[in-house]
C-alpha cells in the first residue's frame, strides 16, 4: 500500500485529524463498520495524546520545522490499519494507510516562486515522490482573500508536480476541515458546489482545469464533529484566544464523534 | 556492496535518536526560597494521587539546596497516570540554588554556569518556580516584609523573559508555577477546583490555565504574551503549587507527562 502524505496551512488541523483518526476506534458509517487500528509506534502515540490532551480540553501543540523536525527524516509516520465491514457475511476488507503530517509552512511556502530554502524543497520532493499514492490537502479559510493565496499554492504545487511527473498519477483530495463551523456544517453533503465552488471558485477552477478528473475529490470533513447531529448541531468545541490567534479545543469529550475523517484517505488509497 | 553504507546509516540514525532523546530534558528551575526543593521532595511522599516518583535520592536531599553546593543534578523517575495509562518519564532534575543568577556566583564558578547555559539551550521543558509577591499574601501569620513587591516581581520575570529568550531557544513548554498558594489563597478550595481526575475533570487544561493565569498572573501577562510570541513552538502555561495540597502539587507534572514524549 502506497504512502499518503497530508499538507495543509498552519492551524489548518493536521496533527489533530490523524490524531482524532487514531482516537476513533470504531466508526459507523452507513451500513460499513470501520475499526482503525494504530500500527506503528508513531501513531500508539498519537492514540494516547489524544486521550491525553485533547480529551483533556487542550490542544496540539504545532509541528514546526526547527529544534525537533529538521529534516524530512524527522517528520512523523503514523501507520493504521483501517478494517472495513460492509455488513453481515461480508469478507472484511482491509486496508493500510502510511501518513506523513507535513508542517504547515511547507504548503505556505509552496507559494513563493522560488523555493525559500532546502529544506521545503525537501520536503515538497519527498511529498511528490513515486510511492505516495495520494496528497490530502487540508484547507479552513473560505473568507475572501483565501480564494487567491489557495489558487496560488495550487496553481504552483500542480507546476512541481508536473516538473517531477506526477501530474496524472497522484490523487489529491481537498477536504475543508473544521466544517463543524456553523457557515460551513450546511455545505458539508456537496461540498464540492456549496464550499469550494461556492467560496474558492478560482482555486476550485484551477485545480479542476489542470488535474484529471478522476485523481480529484473534494470533501468536507470535521475532527471534532458537532454535539449531536439531529437535534444539537452546535460545533463540538470552544474557540478561545491562544498563543496565535483562535485557538478551538474539544467542548465534550463524551460527546467526540469525527465526521467524515476516514473517506479522504480511504479514496486516496483505494481510488474508491 | 551496499552493506557499509546501511551500517553508516545505522548509526548516523542510533546517534539522531539518542541525540533526540537526550534533549528531552527537564529543567527545574527559580529565584531564592522560592521552594523548589520542598516542592520536589514533597512530590516524593508516597501518598500520591497520579504522580508516583521513583527515586530513592531523596532521602538524602537537603531541604533548600546549599547555595555553596552549586547545581544538584540528578535523574528523577516519574510514573504518571493519564487516561491512556501509566506513563513513565525520566527527567533531568536540575536544581539550581538561588545565588546561581548572581553576577558573583556566575564568575567565581564560571565551568559550572557554562554546564548549566550549555544544558538549558537543549531542553524541552522548564519548571519555573515563583515565590509569591507582597501584595498578594493574604496569609494573616507571616511576615509581609518578607517578601518582595509587586513591582519587584515583576522586574525579576522581566530578567527570566530575556533569559529564556537568549539562552533557551529550543524550549516548548514553560512552566510558570506560583508556589506556596497556602499563602495566598484557599488552597484546598482551589486544589479541588483545578484538581485533575482522568476522566471526570472539574475542569480541563485551556479552562485552568486561563482560570490561574487570569487570577493570580495578571501583572506579568504582558510579559507572559511577549514570551509566547517571541519563541517559536513555545507554550506557557500557569499554575499555583503548594506542598500542602496534592492535587496543586502534582498538575504541572501531569501536564507535561501529557505532552513530553
Known amino acids: 500500500m502506497g504512502n499518503i502524505c497530508v499538507i495543509g496551512p498552519r492551524r489548518s488541523g493536521k496533527t489533530t485529524y490523524l490524531a482524532a483518526l487514531a482516537h476513533s476506534y470504531s466508526l459507523q458509517k452507513n451500513k460499513q463498520k470501520l475499526t482503525i487500528k494504530p500500527l506503528n509506534d508513531e501513531s500508539k502515540k498519537l492514540q494516547d495524546k489524544a486521550q491525553d490532551i485533547i480529551c483533556q480540553g487542550f490542544s496540539f501543540e504545532p509541528t514546526v520545522i526547527g529544534s525537533v523536525i529538521k529534516n524530512v527524516d524527522d517528520l512523523p509516520y503514523f501507520s493504521f490499519k483501517i478494517d472495513i465491514n460492509s455488513g453481515f457475511l461480508r469478507k472484511t476488507e482491509p486496508i493500510q494507510l502510511n501518513v506523513r503530517d507535513y508542517p504547515g509552512e511547507v504548503f505556505e511556502k509552496i507559494a513563493e516562486p522560488n523555493l525559500a530554502d532546502e529544506i521545503h524543497k525537501e520536503f515538497i520532493e519527498e511529498c511528490l515522490m513515486n510511492d505516495v499514492v495520494g496528497c490530502m490537502i487540508l484547507l479552513t479559510a473560505w473568507e475572501a482573500g483565501a480564494d487567491s493565496f489557495y489558487r496560488r499554492v495550487m496553481s504552483r504545487f500542480i507546476e512541481l508536480m508536473d516538473q517531477k511527473d506526477r501530474l496524472k498519477n497522484l490523487r489529491l483530495s481537498i477536504a475543508m476541515s473544521k466544517s463543524e463551523r456553523g457557515e460551513i456544517w450546511p455545505g458539508r453533503l456537496d461540498p464540492e458546489t456549496d464550499l469550494f465552488n461556492l467560496h474558492l471558485p478560482t482555486m476550485t477552477l484551477t485545480l479542476k482545469d489542470l488535474i484529471p478528473q478522476e485523481n480529484l475529490r473534494f470533501y468536507a470533513l470535521s475532527t471534532f464533529g458537532v454535539l449531536e447531529q439531529k437535534i444539537d448541531p452546535r460545533p463540538n468545541r470552544i474557540d478561545a484566544m491562544g498563543k496565535e490567534g483562535q485557538e478551538s479545543y474539544l467542548r465534550d469529550a463524551a460527546a467526540w464523534k469525527p465526521y467524515n475523517i476516514i473517506e479522504p484517505l480511504y479514496w486516496l488509497s483505494t481510488g474508491k | ?261
Open chain 2, 1 to 261: 556492496m551496499h552493506r557499509p553504507t546501511i551500517v553508516v546509516h545505522l548509526i548516523i540514525n542510533i546517534y539522531l535518536i539518542l541525540q533526540k532523546e537526550a534533549n528531552l530534558g527537564v529543567i527545574y528551575i527559580g529565584d531564592r526560597s522560592a521552594g523548589k526543593t520542598h516542592l520536589a521532595t514533597e512530590l516524593a511522599n508516597p501518598n500520591n494521587n497520579y504522580v508516583r516518583v521513583n527515586s530513592s535520592y531523596f532521602k538524602n536531599a537537603p531541604t533548600a539546596t546549599d547555595a555553596q553546593n552549586s547545581i544538584y543534578n540528578k535523574a528523577m523517575e516519574l510514573q504518571i497516570q493519564l487516561p491512556s495509562g501509566n506513563k513513565q518519564l525520566i527527567l533531568d532534575w536540575i536544581d539550581t540554588p538561588g545565588e546561581i543568577w548572581r553576577k558573583h556566583w556566575q564568575t567565581e564558578k564560571q565551568s559550572e554556569w557554562q554546564h548549566f547555559l550549555n544544558t538549558l539551550k537543549q531542553t524541552e521543558g522548564i519548571i519555573l518556580v515563583l515565590p509569591p509577591y507582597r501584595q498578594i499574601i493574604t496569609a494573616n501569620n507571616i511576615n509581609r516584609d518578607d517578601f518582595i513587591t509587586e513591582k519587584q516581581w515583576c522586574n525579576r520575570f522581566n530578567r527570566w523573559v530575556n533569559f529564556f529568550r537568549y539562552e533557551c531557544p529550543q524550549i516548548r513548554h514553560l512552566l510558570l508555577c506560583l508556589n506556596k498558594a497556602d499563602l495566598f489563597c484557599d488552597y484546598e478550595q482551589e486544589g479541588q477546583k483545578l484538581g485533575y481526575l482522568p476522566y471526570n475533570s472539574p475542569l480541563n487544561w485551556q479552562q485552568r490555565n486561563s482560570y490561574v493565569m487570569q487570577r493570580y498572573f495578571r501583572p506579568i501577562s504582558p510579559q507572559i504574551q511577549q514570551l509566547n510570541q517571541s519563541i517559536s513552538g513555545l507554550s506557557v502555561r500557569c499554575f499555583i503549587t503548594s506542598i500542602y495540597n496534592r492535587n496543586l502539587l502534582e498538575l504541572p507534572w501531569i501536564y507535561l507527562g501529557s505532552f513530553l514524549n
